[in-house]
């Protein structure tokens, strides 16, 4: 995959909510997030989003070689209790047990050595939290809470880091190409592109992959390499276990650090620090510390945020190249959907869409209208907001549009021959069943962002950082406009559209109207207080809406206080 791709496209991890069919916004989850061996597993509704994946105690992976489902807290196996048929977590029994083996098969999730039994929520008119059993599966298991939608989540990258020497695995020379060798040196937490070849995910399977390109560790050769996954290749399939990096076909055989030649030459001699080390395959060794390793997760802002990529971005086909846009509707409160290839028409701003995290929509910038599915018809176009319409709810998912409360349905091409195929060619879009197939893969393409002041129109002052740099806690106040425009008074709204400092790429952080602060820090997905948005002529919090920046009234610093309408929670937004 090209590096231009893997920014703009977030790969899928291991982990994944099983969310109920028939109650789409309900999941699987620890009751109370115990970490103790026989706590109830239950249906309860999704907790608010938590980073990029969501929180552990309803987060699941499938183990492939065991055949168990795991819970992303502590690895416990979803169980049986064997009194009343209560599914439950306990920790695996290496020696097999029947009880903890399941399939995942065609939206149900059946016991092993019985297909008859599956997992079923008792009674879904009861209030969450539902009480989950295993039962005979029924003819209609859809509408009995027998039906479960594995919604996998985007992955979370980290360093692998060395326990002995602190060296983190890279990718050698950052030769992105089939082959490269990988070698543990050290930490670079610079340019994002450095960052890049030291970072790591492990994929739906668990098979640990490069956030370079997505290729997998290779130990085929005498070095370790980066190569295409290859599922018939057991040299290419490594995952963590533990503190080690282990071969899933083969648990005996793990990476380790080889310690490096050093040049006899004065000119050439370093510390051990500074030369990368190669990796060998090894038989694990319980006092060998060249074969341990920590995991290091790093935080969803490193990972997957570009400084300046603003909120805005286009759509565009794979197969066909043709970019998704809405087509012009004056004073109506819904417009048609299109996948055009007139080029002006694709540059447009009508091609320009964002994604709204509070209500969970995708918009079109020119009216803020949602992508919808038309009524009567499996058509999709845009419409005004509706907070009762499950059908405006759509994310980005990999390289899929996926509808949030029925994720099998995906944004697909009509790939029909009807239609100009000439330079202007237009073709409909619509709400289909995921079939993998190549019209319903797509590009986003996010957009540099615009920059602008902020500005009160109380005293027409504009929000300044007062210390310039890379210092995350700098103070953000009220000054007067400089002669020359500076980054210090610049702002933009970034990829979730939280409003960003140009200066150092940081974002707006402000307490209560008691503590009085307002600065800038990192973004941070569980921070609440530093989630700020441009909502008309107010900068409002993303998780209260009650919660907006204004001017104090006595002492004129800025703060977060309760909405009221007034003016010194008014602000003007000049572009430059």
């Known amino acids: 995959m090209s590096k231009r791709r893997q920014d703009l496209v977030l790969p899928l991890g291991k982990y994944f909510a099983i969310r109920s069919r028939l ?30 994946t969501g929180d552990d105690h309803q987060l699941w992976h499938y183990d492939d070689q065991t055949l168990t489902i795991r819970s992303a807290i502590n690895q416990f196996c979803l169980d049986v209790n064997a009194r009343d048929s209560r599914v439950v977590v306990q920790p695996f029994l290496h020696g097999g047990c029947p009880t903890q083996k399941w399939i995942l098969s065609e939206n149900v999730i059946q016991a092993k050595d019985d297909s008859d ?61 089939s082959g490269s060798k990988v070698v ?118 490193s990972a997957v945020r570009q400084r300046d990529r603003g909120k805005y971005f286009t759509v565009r086909s794979r197969v066909s190249g043709l970019v998704l846009r809405g087509n012009d509707s004056p004073g109506g409160s819904s417009a048609a959907l299109v996948a055009t290839g007139d080029r002006e028409k694709a540059s447009d701003s009508n091609a320009l869409f964002f994604l709204e995290g509070v209500t969970g929509t995708i918009r079109n910038s020119v009216n803020n209208f949602c992508l919808d599915v038309n009524d009567e018809s499996p058509r999709l176009i845009l419409s005004s907001y509706d907070p009762y319409k499950r059908t405006q709810q759509w994310r980005i998912q990999g390289k899929k549009i996926v509808c949030r409360q029925q994720p099998d349905l995906v944004l697909t091409l009509d790939d029909s021959e009807d239609g100009d195929q000439g330079v202007g060619r237009e073709k409909p879009v619509s709400a289909q069943i995921d079939q993998s197939s190549e019209n319903q893969f797509w590009d986003v393409a996010y957009q540099p962002a ?68 307002v600065r800038t820090t990192p973004w941070d997905p569980s921070n609440r207080n530093s989630h700020w948005l441009i909502v008309g002529n107010h900068i409002q919090n993303k998780h ?30 000049e572009y430059v």
């Not at 994929?203 to 640990?208: A, C, E, K, L, N």
């Not at 809406?545 to 937004?573: M, P, Y």
Request: glycine share 4%; aromatic share 6%; with cysteine.
């Open 117 to 177: 039994k599956v997992v079923s929520a008792t009674d879904l008119r009861l209030h969450a939290p539902v009480e989950v059993k295993v039962r005979v599966k029924v003819n209609e298991p859809e509408s009995t809470g027998q039906q479960w939608i594995i919604d996998y989540k985007p992955a979370a990258f980290f360093h692998i880091r060395n326990h002995d020497t602190a060296k983190v695995l890279a990718v050698h020379r950052a030769d992105p190409r």
């Open 184 to 301: 543990a040196t050290r930490k670079d937490s610079g340019h994002r592109t450095t960052e890049d070849i030291q970072l790591w995910y492990e994929d739906r399977t668990g098979v640990i992959r490069s956030k370079l390109n997505g290729f997998v560790l290779d130990s085929s050769g005498e070095d370790v390499v980066l190569s295409p996954f290859d599922e018939t290749k057991d040299c290419r399939r490594w995952t963590v276990a533990g503190n080690s990096i282990q071969n899933r076909s083969n648990p005996s055989l793990v990476l380790e650090m080889r310690p490096p030649t050093t040049s006899t030459t004065k000119s050439r001699r370093s510390s051990a620090e500074a030369i990368s080390s190669p990796l060998v395959v090894s038989r694990q060794a319980t006092a060998n510390p060249s074969q341990f390793w920590t995991f290091d997760r790093i935080p969803e802002s």
């Open 450 to 517: 615009k920059s602008f002041y902020i500005v009160s129109p109380t005293n027409s002052k504009v929000l300044t950082v007062k210390a310039t740099g890379q210092r995350s806690t700098s103070k953000v106040i009220l000054s007067e406009k400089k002669p020359k425009v500076e980054s210090d008074q610049l702002w933009y709204e970034d990829e979730d559209g939280a409003v960003t400092s140009k200066t150092n790429g940081f974002v707006i952080e402000a307490l209560t109207e008691k503590d009085g602060v």
């Open 544 to 573: 209260d809406s009650r919660i907006v920046l204004e001017i104090h009234r006595k002492n004129k610093a800025l703060c977060a206080n309760r909405f009221t309408g007034d003016e010194n929670q008014r602000w003007t937004f």
């Open 23 to 52: 109650k789409t916004e309900m999941v699987l989850e620890v009751k109370d997030g115990k970490d103790e061996p026989g706590t109830p597993v239950v249906l309860n509704e999704e907790a608010p989003l938590v980073g990029l």
